[in-house]
């Protein structure tokens, strides 16, 4: 019988829109019969892992054989020194999309609801259908988070609030001010997710991180990553800070070894790597301030960023684009999945990637003139 999973499976499923992730380069070698390939489509780190974690990494290859430690205990102890903040406030993660999916299921049922921008990352929808709950998108305004009406659109039903801060795929902030003023006014139960995967590459003051409502304990969740400027994004390692009420509950429905070993030790090590966070920071910066020059310079807007991506209206069906810079050799991402068309999404990389994709781009758009 063919038709088991359609009989048989939650009807949740089938309302799922399958995650598109950036394209790996092995795919694409295998597909163009290309060799030198650059990937700018993930926001991955250009200067790759943390040398330290790499180190610790190394040295723990022989550990393999044992299970990790269950509770992450050094790594937590670990980020609640630097955070100053309890240890019984933190949770860790196979990846931040493992503690979107835990908080999806602790307290999402059909008939309640999330509220989230569009576009934003696709994995608040995608974790809130799995479980049955309503959707409701708040298109961005200016590129960013529309906060007024967001709260608008709150009813008895909202059980979670989705803040991606700085916003993927636009790399724009949520101002501090317009934040207070939202925290100030928000039912206090509504759980408020600030996803802070780019937190460590904000340059503008205006920033404002959701720690400081974790803090007041407010019912909310800091997320962030080691998949981003830390270069860990093979390992799956993310972290949250949250109330030590809703992290007890979220621990009761995670897997007893969820975080693998080599992950904990890799990001136990890449937290005290302040060289190359800096690193990593001087050279996205720069990066931004090299592709705003060239983009300025070949009339192409695109939206200031704080994060390591940047996105721009090519002008062109980013379709075309896509598959015309692939044969190049250069993966980016496409903005039609995000309700942009002409956009495309572009990871900030090292100098030589960043020209490279300049190089490319210049004459993908000649091209389709
Ligand atoms: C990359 C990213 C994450 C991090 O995901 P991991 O599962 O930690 O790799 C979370 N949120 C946003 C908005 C991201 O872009």
């Known amino acids: 019988m063919r038709d088991f999973v359609t009989r048989k499976a939650r009807p949740e499923i089938f309302s799922l829109k399958p995650y598109v992730p950036g394209k790996p380069i092995e795919e ?55 955070h100053k903040i309890s240890e019984s406030s933190i949770v860790v993660g196979n990846g931040s999309d493992e503690i979107l999916m835990l908080l999806a299921m602790a307290f999402l049922s059909s008939g309640d609801g999330i509220i989230y921008a569009k576009p934003s990352f696709a994995e608040y929808e995608f974790t809130a259908r799995i479980m049955g709950a309503e959707c409701v998108e708040i298109p961005l305004k200016d590129f960013t988070h529309d906060l ?18 700085p916003n993927n795929p636009t790399g724009t902030i949520v101002d ?9 006014r928000i039912s206090e139960d509504v759980l408020v997710v600030f996803d802070e995967a780019y937190q460590e590459y904000v340059e503008n003051p ?8 974790v803090k007041a304990d407010r019912n909310a969740i800091v997320l962030r990553t080691f998949s981003k400027i830390y270069g860990l994004a093979g390992l799956r390692i993310g972290y949250g800070f949250t109330t030590p009420e809703i992290a007890q509950a979220l621990e009761m429905i995670t897997e007893p070894f969820n975080v ?9 090590a890449a937290i005290d790597d302040i060289r190359h966070v800096e690193e990593s920071r001087r050279v996205n910066s720069q990066g931004k301030e090299y592709l705003y020059e060239m983009f300025n310079e070949m009339g192409l807007a695109y939206v200031p960023t704080e994060s390591n991506f940047i996105f721009l ?33 572009v990871t900030v990389g090292t100098r030589q990637e960043n020209e490279r994709f300049i190089n490319g ?3 993908v758009l000649a091209e389709q003139e």
């Open 361 to 363: 781009l210049k004459k």
């Open 28 to 82: 694409v070698r295998r597909e163009l019969g290309i060799k030198d390939i650059i990937k700018l489509a993930s926001n991955e780190n250009p200067l790759g892992t943390s040398p330290k974690a790499r180190e610790a990494i190394s040295e723990a290859l022989g550990q393999m054989h044992h299970y990790p430690d269950a509770n992450c205990f050094e790594l937590k102890k670990r980020l609640a020194e630097v």
């Open 260 to 268: 693998n070993l080599l992950a904990q030790v890799g990001a136990l």
């Open 313 to 345: 209206d090519s002008g062109r069906d980013c379709q075309a684009v896509f598959k015309a810079l692939l044969r190049l050799g250069i993966i980016v991402r496409t903005g039609d999945t995000f309700g942009y068309p002409t956009f495309i999404r």
């Open 206 to 213: 205006n920033f404002l991180s959701g720690l400081k409502y």
């Open 176 to 184: 501090a001010g317009a934040m207070q003023s939202f925290m100030d």
């Open 148 to 165: 007024e009406k967001i709260l608008t659109a709150v009813t008895p039903r909202t059980k979670m609030v989705f803040i991606c801060n």
